[in-house]
C-alpha cells in the first residue's frame, strides 16, 4: 500500500457510511487539494459499487474541511447492469463539506474508435521545469506528494511574465512510486496551478464545480496534464484539464467552474 | 408568456417542493429532451434562490420521465452570499427521474477579460440547411419548437455521409418569437443531435452526465451552437457543446459523458 493508498483509504463502516482520515500531506496553502478530496469520496463509492471504476464525477465544495476523521456518507441512486449513480457526501463535525455525484461503470481495454490527439504539444519533459521546493515550513504539501515538470512559458507568472492567457501544463507522477489508477487521475485534474495565474490573475480561486470523466485506464508511466480555459470574465473563469496517458491515450478529461483570486 | 415559459413553469408548493407540467411537444423520438428537463428543473430552483442565475448545473438521468405532471423537490446545500448551491430531484409517481446540483449566483453585464472566441467558425446562416419535417406523426415533436439551421457537412450522415468525426453545428432560436435566457440555453445546450451520429454511430445515444456552465446572459437574436467531442471508445463518447450569442459572446459551455448508440 502507498502513502497515497493509505492517505484515501475508506474503511466500510455500513454499506452507507465509510470512515476517513483527511490527510494534512495535501494541503494547498492551508485547504486540502480538492483532488485528494476526490479521490477520498470516491474510494467509498468504487468500494460500495458493483462497478469497478468512477467514470463520471461531479463535485460541490461546500465548506472547507480539515485534516482529521470524516465519512463518507453514500447515497444508492441508480443500480443498473451496465451504470450505477451514487450521491456522496464528506462529512466533517456532522456538517456536509464536499458533495459529489459519481457514475461507476466497469471500463474495458479495447483502443478508442476516434480520437483527435492532445490539444496541445509538449517539450520533451527535459525542457520542462520544476517548481521551486517551498521549504519545510510551507503549507503546499502537496508538493512532496507529487512530481511535476511544467511546460516553461506556462509558469512564467512565478517570474512575473504570464503568458496572457489561461493555462498550465506539466508531466505528473506521484513522487513515491506508483503507477496511475483512477484515484492518482482525481489528483492529477486537479493538481494544476489555476490556469488564470498564466493569465495574470493571482490569487487564491475557489472551485465552485467540478467534474470530471474517466475515460480510460491509464499506462504505467508519466501522465501529461493539459489545461486551458475559454473565458474570463465577471469574476469567474472555467478551467478545463485533459489527462494523457503514457501510451498517448486520453484518460482523463475534466472542467471547473471558479472564481478569480484576488491578489 | 411564450409557450416554452409555459412549458417550464414551476408552481410553488412549498420553499422544497415545485409542482410542474411536462409537456409532450418537447420529446425527441419519444423520450422528452433533456435539455428541456432540465429548463424546468432550473425553474424551480432559481425561484427558490436568493441569487438569479444558474451558473453550474451537473445532472444525471436516472429514468425516463412521461409527460405530464411532476415535481421538483429542492435541498439547500450551501447559501452564501455570492453562491448558493441546491440539490434538485425531478419526481414522477415518487420515483426520482433526474437529479441535479445547480449552483446559482447573480451575473453581470460587464465585457470578458480573456476569451479566445468560437473554436470553429460557422458558415452565414443562408448557406446552412434545416432538417427535413419530421411530419405530423413524428415523435420528434421538439423540431417544432425550435428553428435550427445546420452547418451542412455535419448533417452529412443524413444522407449517409458522415464527416467521420463527432461534431455538430448549428444556429438555433425558438420557433415562437423570444430572447434567449439561461432556460433557453438549457434547451440549446442538448438540442443538437449526438455528435457522434457523425461520426457515424447512429442510435439512441442515453447521456449519462451532462454539466454546463452559464458565462453570461444572452443578446437577443441567433444562438451559435458548437457540438464536438475528444474520444469514442469503449461505449462511451463526450460531447462538448459552447454557445455563442449574437454579439459573439460566450454564453454557455457544457459537456456530456454518454453511451454510444446501437444503431
Request: charged content about 20%; some cysteine.
Amino acid at each position: 500500500m502507498t502513502k497515497f493508498d493509505e492517505a484515501t483509504r475508506a474503511i466500510r463502516v455500513d454499506e452507507a457510511t465509510y470512515d476517513v482520515c483527511l490527510d494534512p500531506g495535501y494541503s494547498i496553502g492551508g485547504p486540502l487539494n480538492g483532488g485528494y478530496l476526490m479521490a477520498v469520496l470516491l474510494r467509498a463509492v468504487v468500494d460500495a459499487s458493483p462497478h469497478e471504476h468512477p467514470v463520471t464525477t461531479g463535485v460541490q465544495f461546500l465548506r472547507v474541511p480539515l485534516p482529521g476523521p470524516a465519512q463518507v456518507r453514500l447515497e444508492q441512486l441508480k443500480a443498473g447492469r451496465t451504470v450505477a449513480m451514487t450521491s456522496a457526501t464528506l462529512v466533517q463535525d456532522d456538517r456536509p463539506v464536499i458533495e459529489a455525484r459519481v457514475t461507476t461503470a466497469t471500463l474495458g481495454d479495447t483502443a478508442p474508435d476516434w480520437t483527435d490527439g492532445p490539444s496541445v504539444a509538449m517539450p520533451p519533459i527535459e525542457r520542462c521545469v520544476r517548481l521551486p521546493d517551498p521549504g519545510p515550513e510551507s503549507k503546499m504539501t502537496l508538493n512532496a506528494q507529487v512530481e511535476m515538470a511544467f511546460d516553461p512559458p506556462t509558469v512564467g507568472w512565478l517570474a512575473g511574465n504570464p503568458t496572457g492567457r489561461p493555462e498550465a501544463r506539466a508531466y505528473f507522477r506521484m513522487a513515491e512510486p506508483q503507477d496511475p489508477d483512477p484515484y492518482v487521475l482525481a489528483l492529477a485534474v486537479d493538481a494544476l496551478p489555476p490556469v488564470v495565474f498564466s493569465a495574470g490573475a493571482l490569487g487564491w480561486a475557489p472551485t465552485v464545480d467540478l467534474t470530471w470523466h474517466l475515460r480510460a485506464l491509464p499506462a504505467p508511466g508519466w501522465l501529461t496534464v493539459l489545461g486551458g480555459g475559454r473565458m474570463i470574465g465577471d469574476g469567474w473563469f472555467d478551467e478545463e484539464v485533459e489527462v494523457w496517458d503514457s501510451a498517448g491515450r486520453l484518460v482523463a478529461q475534466s472542467r471547473q467552474l471558479a472564481r478569480v483570486g484576488r491578489g
